[in-house]
């Protein structure tokens, strides 16, 4: 998959909570919470994740994570790449 230009959302199976200081995404199953499966996610997991409430592209996540974060372009699109490819294996997100 071509994921600089695919579209990607969040599976509505997750649900993503912060509590008290931990942002952690949840997938629930037939209406009950997996808690053996729970993810916690940094600041910029958790920017990311709010990023995805509509699809949108691996490019538009770049510019929207250098736009508010002080990081370069390489770092981003690294660690971007990595954390999609995360998502993506958990089924936290799917291509739309």
Not at 26 to 36: H, K, M
Request: no cysteine; aromatic share 8%.
């Amino acid at each position: 998959m071509e994921l600089h230009n695919s579209k990607l959302s969040r599976n509505e199976d997750f649900v993503f909570r912060r509590i008290v200081e931990e942002m952690v995404l949840v997938p629930i199953r037939q209406n009950v919470a997996e808690l053996d499966s729970i993810y916690t996610l940094n600041e910029l997991g958790a920017f990311i994740w709010e990023q995805l409430e509509s699809p949108r592209s691996h490019a538009e996540l770049e510019e929207a994570i250098l736009a508010e974060y002080e990081i370069d372009a390489e770092t981003v699109r690294t660690d971007l790449a990595s954390f999609i490819e995360a998502l993506l294996r958990i089924g936290a997100v799917e291509e739309v």
